[in-house]
């Protein structure tokens, strides 16, 4: 193992809320989310609090939260006990959890870390709808993302029955895979404080979009997205509320420690298209470029994770990759059934891969991410 390697020695995120007033996780703060979180972290890797040198937060909407002032990246390190963190927020809209890793783990090959925690946050529920809408509206047509990418997909071909077939097994795999991130200790339970003086706390342990019941489903079938022809409820993502965290270590650190780690950053690589509807094809550039950085064949991979902003995105890589096989591109389900907490996404994609690919003994895996505008970022794991 070299010296310039970084190891993945913690994986942790939140059950998923849905992003709405009646979001399982409404009334928190992302600081409570991310601390609640980050508390059972360090209860699982028993690392001084104090020894973290870099935190890496990515978040779009809840930086325009009326529970945030200034320096959310810093307020949760300090708040969470990380004294000696530097910290910094990443906003690259759905990319920014995952560039946060990578800045994380660029701090520890390049700076001389030795403990570093990539992480996103964001709590859609906790912010004005407007706030919301404007993150997914595009500032070079002025349109929706929705809009955008129903465009695109039509263009490529895509059908209204290719996206309601593919949110069909998106479901079915998020709901066969519901337990085991919290069974295999990747999903952390949140507590809620009562809203009133009646109720009693809460505690939340599951992802909530996952579990709508099936006749709400049928319904969400039929409401095509204004602007849209075959874009619905049902097959595009969902508002979210989420938090998820790698934390990772320089082999030094991991060693002095005695932690076992779980997967090692092989890569990391950004693709540009050049038109802003063009974000749902670009996810297969990135991957193909992080692949090539790795030194890998694409057979050598795995499992393909690719954030289901929209069906476009994993059904174009069906036509770009064809070492990518429908079995293996997002195995336990994404944001169609889980939901998209923006910032939050790229490392919650991480969280699930991890565990999945451990649980299924896994070598190589990819995980990506479309984000405005037109680009796509993606990073390969090795599973240790």
Known sequence: MSKKDVLVVGAM?????????????????????????????????????????????????????????????????????????SSSIVEKVCSSGLRAIYEASSDIRNEGCDFAIGAGVDVMSGVPKEVNIGALT?????????????????????????????????????????????????????????????????????????????????????????????????????????????????????????LEPLAKILAYAEHTERESKDFIIAPAGASLKAVKKAKKALFNIDAWWVNEAFPAPPLYFFDKIPEAHWETINPTGGAIAFGHALGATGVILCVNAICQARREKQKYIVVSLCNAIGEATAMVFEIL
């Open 138 to 258: 595009d500032p070079i047509t002025g349109k929706h993302m929705a809009v955008l990418s129903d465009g695109k997909a039509r263009e490529l071909g895509f059908t209204r029955e290719d996206y309601d077939r593919y949110a069909v097994e998106s479901y079915a795999r998020a709901k066969k895979h519901l337990y085991d991130y919290e069974h295999d200790g990747y999903l952390a339970p949140v507590i809620l404080n009562p809203l009133s003086g009646s109720e009693s706390a809460r505690i939340v342990n599951f992802d909530q979009n996952v579990m709508i019941p099936d006749k709400k489903l049928e319904k969400m079938k039929k409401m095509i997205i204004g602007g849209c022809e075959i874009t619905t409820a049902f097959n595009a993502s969902k508002y979210a509320d989420g938090y998820g965290n790698l934390f990772l270590a320089s082999p030094r650190g991991a060693k002095k420690m005695h």
């Open 13 to 85: 995120r939140s059950p998923i809320g849905n992003g709405r007033d009646d979001s399982s996780l409404f009334g928190i703060t992302p600081q409570e989310l991310a601390c609640q979180i980050l508390e059972a972290q360090f209860l699982k890797v028993p690392v001084p609090r104090e020894s973290i040198q870099s935190f890496r937060l990515g978040s779009v909407v809840s930086l325009k939260s009326s529970a945030v002032t200034q320096g959310l990246a810093k307020e949760i390190a300090l708040r969470a006990g990380m004294f000696n963190a």
